[in-house]
């Protein structure tokens, strides 16, 4: 089966620490995202790569970094200079150009202790 | 700023109404807009592409409509049913960006 497999489904995080949230996609796809979605609002685009170790800051990036050495694989990093970080992130790619759909993954739950 | 906004923010209907779910954008000059479905605690799923080229587009008992000139698309929902239930977020890719920029939803209950 095809998709984007996000993980955990669930974290917890203590104040000061950096924590890791895994996605990964066997689409073929070139371009992935990650969004945070907080209760009540849209999807905030944190940070985007449309090809392989290439990155750009999305409209919330401060506190956030990425990675892109893989295709199938585009981990955030929530560092401690995020002050708020609790949120439901979300991981989602699609094909070069953005012409397409743009496909999502189940989603991580991130809370601070 | 290029912004989205959805009306109304909720809605609660009957089961077997059809139902109109609207969004609205600040620039005309937009790539494609989609329709998403979101349930609680879960991901999205794409319901509905439209390229700036079309008008509308059908799935089932779902059409979307886009009328670039006005800002505007309409999601319609025909003979809703409790397992419509769900938010339902549009997001716009505009012309002059690489990002999708989305609506803060329309959190959608059918009651049977």
């Known amino acids: 089966d095809g998709g984007i497999t996000q993980s955990p489904k669930y974290l917890f995080r203590k104040e000061g620490q950096n924590v890791t949230l895994s996605c990964e996609q066997n689409l073929n796809h070139d371009a992935m995202y990650w969004y945070r979605q907080d209760p009540g609002q849209g999807l905030r685009l944190i940070y985007y790569?449309?090809?392989?170790?290439?990155?750009q800051k999305g409209d919330i990036a401060e506190g956030y970094s990425v990675s892109r050495e893989k295709k199938e694989s585009f981990p955030l990093t929530v560092t401690s200079a995020q002050k708020n970080p609790t949120a439901f992130y979300l991981c989602a790619s699609t094909s070069s150009g953005g012409a397409d759909t743009q496909y999502f993954g189940p989603g991580t739950r991130l809370t601070v202790l | 700023k290029q912004e989205v906004t959805q009306i109304p923010a909720a809605l609660s209907v009957p089961e077997g109404e059809n139902l109109v779910l609207n969004c609205s954008f600040t620039d005309s000059a937009i790539y494609n807009l989609q329709w998403f479905r979101q349930d609680p605690g879960k991901g999205l799923t794409s319901l509905l592409l439209?390229?700036?080229?079309?008008r509308e587009q059908t799935s089932g008992r779902l059409n979307a409509s886009l009328d670039k000139s006005s800002g505007r698309s309409t999601l319609y929902i025909a003979a809703s049913q409790p397992g419509d239930s769900a938010t339902y977020l549009c997001a716009v890719r505009f012309e002059y960006g690489n990002k999708l920029v989305f609506g803060a939803g329309t959190i959608l209950r059918v009651k049977s």
């Open positions: 439209i390229q700036s080229s079309q």
């Open positions: 790569s449309q090809i392989v170790n290439d990155f």
